[in-house]
T-cell receptor, first 114, second 114 residues
Framework: NAGVTQTPKFRVLKTGQSMTLLCAQD?????MYWYRQDPGMGLRLIHY???????AKGEVPDGYNVSRLKKQNFLLGLESAAPSQTSVYFC?????????????FGPGTRLLVL | AQSVTQLGSHVSVSEGALVLLRCNYS??????LFWYVQYPNQGLQLLLK??????LVKGINGFEAEFKKSETSFHLTKPSAHMSDAAEYFC????????????FGAGTRLFVKA
């Protein structure tokens, strides 16, 4: 099992450019999450999904969109990148309802917006 | 609302010394508590978690944590630090009434001196 994988590992964007981050998991997990990690702030939830075809907003959703067309994939889109979106982005998944479940994290995507 | 406070953004110990990383939480309902570890350039992985039952929880790599409801704490300890323990550690809280959201602390970076 590869677990949770993320593509790309690193990306540099110019302000106003768009991009899509891909998260894939091979554990047949129902729930998937996108977080951003900023120094001194821990992880903050951007969007999450409780199943194929469903998405919901997290704590910091502005400027991001997501899609879950297939159970194993969860895409995070930036339509018009801003320097404030410079961060490390982590995808995670859980097998069932999230509250007591262990989250399985991908290796992260480092994004720099100039 | 739930929150997590990790006391000390940086902790430095000598190899072989006791490791103590402090975590206090706020929750109006019974919490689920987690410690995750992040090694450089990697995603987070679970060290241990408390859901119900025994308040002293043992995790991987010799770490343990004790849930103390009266002190609203979930401190992480290890009797003897090893160089390989150098990493960033995150405390997190969730609950059945918190939806699918896990609240992460800001993190504590552990340095181990030879």
């Amino acid at each position: 099992n590869a677990g949770v994988t993320q593509t790309p590992k690193f990306r540099v964007l110019k302000t106003g450019q768009s991009m899509t981050l891909l998260c894939a998991q091979d554990m047949n997990h129902e729930y998937m999450y996108w977080y951003r990690q900023d120094p001194g702030m821990g992880l903050r939830l951007i969007h999450y999904s409780v199943g194929e075809g469903t998405t919901a907003k997290g704590e910091v959703p502005d400027g991001y969109n997501v899609s879950r067309l297939k159970k194993q994939n969860f895409l995070l889109g930036l339509e018009s990148a801003a320097p404030s979106q410079t961060s490390v982005y982590f995808c995670a998944s859980t097998p069932g309802q999230g509250a007591r479940e262990t989250q399985y994290f991908g290796p992260g995507t480092r994004l720099l917006v100039l | 609302a739930q929150s997590v406070t990790q006391l000390g953004s940086h902790v430095s110990v000598s190899e072989g010394a006791l490791v103590l990383l402090r975590c206090n939480y706020s929750s109006s309902v019974p919490p689920y508590l987690f410690w995750y570890v992040q090694y450089p350039n990697q995603g987070l992985q679970l060290l241990l978690k408390y859901t119900t039952g025994a308040t002293l929880v043992k995790g991987i790599n010799g770490f343990e944590a004790e849930f103390k409801k009266s002190e609203t704490s979930f401190h992480l300890t290890k009797p003897s630090a090893h160089m390989s323990d150098a990493a960033e550690y995150f405390c997190a809280v969730s609950s059945n009434t918190g939806g699918f959201k896990t609240i992460f602390g800001a993190g504590t970076r552990l340095f181990v001196k030879a």
